[in-house]
Structures are given as C-alpha cells and as structure tokens.
C-alpha cells in the first residue's frame, strides 16, 4: 500500500537529491518514484528525473518500475509515470548520462520521439491532467543531479590528486614495508611484534624527524 502523507513524500525526496524537507528515514525508491507519479504537485514532479537518476545511481538493484506500476492504481496514473520514466530516459541521454539505464525496461520509441520534439521546443508536456514547464524540468535537473555530478567528479579528482602526492613523497623517506607499517598504524589496524619492534626502531625515528618543526624550516629556508 502506497503511503499518502505528503510530509512523507516531502521527506523522502531528499533522500534521492531533491531536497525539499530534512530526511526522516530511507524511503523505498519503488514506492517514492509510484507516490510522485500520483502526485498533482507541478513542482514535486518537476523533479521525478532527479529522484529516478539517484534511484538508479544509489539503489539500482532494489529499483523495479514494474513494481512500481503495481502500486498505481488506476491506468492514468500508469501512464503518468510512463511518461515521466521515458522523460527521464530522454534527459540522462541529452546530459550524457548513458550509464543510467533500466534494466527492465525499455522506452516506447514512439514515446521517445514525441518527448524529443517537445524538449528542443520547451514545449508544455501534457501528463492528464495537468502538464509540465519542461524548460523548468531541465534546470531543475542540472541544478539538483548535473551540477552534483560533476562536483563529485571534481571532488573525487582532486582526492586522487592529494592520493598520488602523497604516495609520491612518502616513497622518497620510506621503502615499501615501512611505508606499509606506516599506513596500517593510520588505519589502526594491529601490528605482531616484530613489527611493532621495527615501527618503534625504524619508523618512528624518521617519522619524528619529518614532525621537527625545526627541520622543516631549515627545509623551507633551504628551498627559497
């Protein structure tokens, strides 16, 4: 049975990128995407391709749009959110976004075709009753996911930039074991004996010297 609270479908769309309450608890994504494709709401719907694109992202092996048809319950509503599912579809296309696929689904191509015409044209996209602003549609969706994409991307770059450097310069004071007894101490993982004796005798000393502050003035004044 659908939930038909509306704080809980203001909730549970946070959880998928659209956020527009604080999360509660994590919400089924079947059963989320099922309650905003009965919703009336022009603004809640404006971000169905937001929720399904995390969905598909986040939880693609709990996702099943058959599922979620089940929940519908009448054939408007059915093909309300076909409508928007073939929407989406057509926006992760356009944005690049080919991984983003449904594994069992496929869009009518016909659906398609009338969806691209009216998406060049930023036409009204009728979904009885009521109809979308699909220029709305598009910036809402690089707002919420595009935007948040490539952040991520950046973030996760950079990340692996600061990785590789500092691999790089741990190389240049400590040959691979220590470097590896080095790495299990930050992680905290346990060391035996012998290389708890080794750390202690070997590692740590350089490790003391890299911390003098006086060292690394001296350093700094060096490589002015």
Not at 67 to 82: A, G, Y
Not at 87 to 104: D, H, K, Q
Not at 130 to 148: I, M, S
Request: glycine letters at 4%; aromatic letters at 8%; charged letters at 30%.
């Amino acid at each position: 049975m659908l939930q038909s609270s509306d704080t809980y479908l203001f909730s549970a769309l946070s959880q998928y990128g659209y956020s527009l309450l604080e999360p509660e608890q994590m919400a089924d994504p079947n059963e989320l995407l099922a309650r905003l494709a009965e919703s009336r709401d022009a603004r809640l719907l404006e971000g169905f391709p937001v929720v399904l694109a995390n969905a598909l992202r986040k939880h693609g092996e709990k996702l099943d749009l058959a599922l979620s048809e089940k929940l519908l319950k009448n054939e408007t509503d059915v093909k309300r959110f076909r409508k928007l599912t073939a929407l989406s579809s057509y926006l992760f296309g356009v944005y690049g976004l080919e991984s983003l696929t449904f594994s069992n689904r496929k869009v009518d191509p016909g659906l398609l075709a009338e969806l691209r015409d009216s998406v060049e044209r930023n036409a009204p996209l009728s979904l009885e009753p009521g109809a979308l602003d699909l220029q709305r549609v598009k910036k809402t969706f690089q707002n919420y996911f595009v935007h948040a994409e490539q952040l991520l991307a950046q973030e996760d770059r950079a990340k692996l930039r600061e990785d590789l450097r500092q691999a790089f310069y741990l190389s240049l004071f400590f040959a691979p074991k220590q470097k590896d007894l080095l790495l299990k101490k930050l992680r905290g993982e346990p060391l035996g004996k012998t290389d708890r004796e080794y750390f202690s005798r070997v590692v740590k000393k350089k490790l003391l010297a890299l911390a003098d502050p006086d060292l690394h003035r001296l350093a700094q004044k060096a490589l002015q």
